[in-house]
């Protein structure tokens, strides 16, 4: 599979089967995603595997806003909560921002770090989804992430059970434009 394959054939997966994901697989699929670039390699994103019942719980307690999040994270055999390491990436080393944009590298190298995990756990047979909608700070107490740390999205992973189409993309003609 080259990068190109990769990157278009992924696909949102939201059933799986009821195969485990193994932990050695994990790893491997972090030992990919780590190589994905960052603000000043600041590396800010972890990666927290919940499954049982912390995942049932988070299942119940995290995702009101949206059943279906909450359905998919019960039934799949694995969850990852991407986290961050807060006031790093985009801050100077005196605490200040480097950058109009303040804090919001942050979620910028989080969402590089989970197009990259997506893509390796494609690659090597796992179907994924980012949640986007979740409680933070739910998410955050029953998770037992610290003050320092942030919740950017939870992913679910496990072996796929179906491969949709892929929804529409907009024309390149939409979404480039030349400038000189
Ligand atoms: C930041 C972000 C948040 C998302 N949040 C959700 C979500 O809460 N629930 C869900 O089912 N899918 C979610 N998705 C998946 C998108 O719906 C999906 O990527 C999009 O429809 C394109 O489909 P594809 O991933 O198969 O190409 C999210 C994707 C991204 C990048």
Not at 2 to 26: D, Q, W, Y
Not at 47 to 69: H, P, Q, R, T
Not at 146 to 175: Q, T
Request: net charge negative; aromatic share 10%; glycine share 6%.
């Amino acid at each position: 599979m080259n990068a190109t394959e990769c990157i278009k054939g992924r696909r949102s997966i939201r059933t799986f089967t009821s195969e485990p994901v193994s932990h050695e697989l994990l790893d491997e699929i972090v030992e990919v995603a780590r190589f994905a670039p960052s603000w000043k390699n600041t590396q800010i994103s972890r990666y927290i595997a919940v499954e049982g019942a912390k995942k049932a719980e988070l299942a119940e307690k995290c995702f009101e806003a949206w059943k279906g999040n909450a359905d998919m994270v019960a039934a799949a055999p694995m969850v990852i909560a991407l986290t961050y390491v807060k006031n790093r990436s985009g801050f100077e080393r005196d605490g200040s921002y480097s950058t109009s944009k303040e804090d919001r590298w942050q979620n910028f190298d989080t969402g590089i770090a989970a197009e990259a995990f997506c893509l390796a756990a494609y690659e090597r047979g796992l179907g994924t989804v980012i949640l986007g909608i979740f409680d933070e700070f739910k998410a955050a107490e029953v998770l037992g992430v610290p003050e320092d740390r942030g919740v950017a999205a939870f992913i679910v992973i496990g072996h796929p059970a179906n491969s949709p189409e892929a929804p529409k993309r907009k024309e390149v003609s939409e979404l480039v434009t030349y400038l000189s």
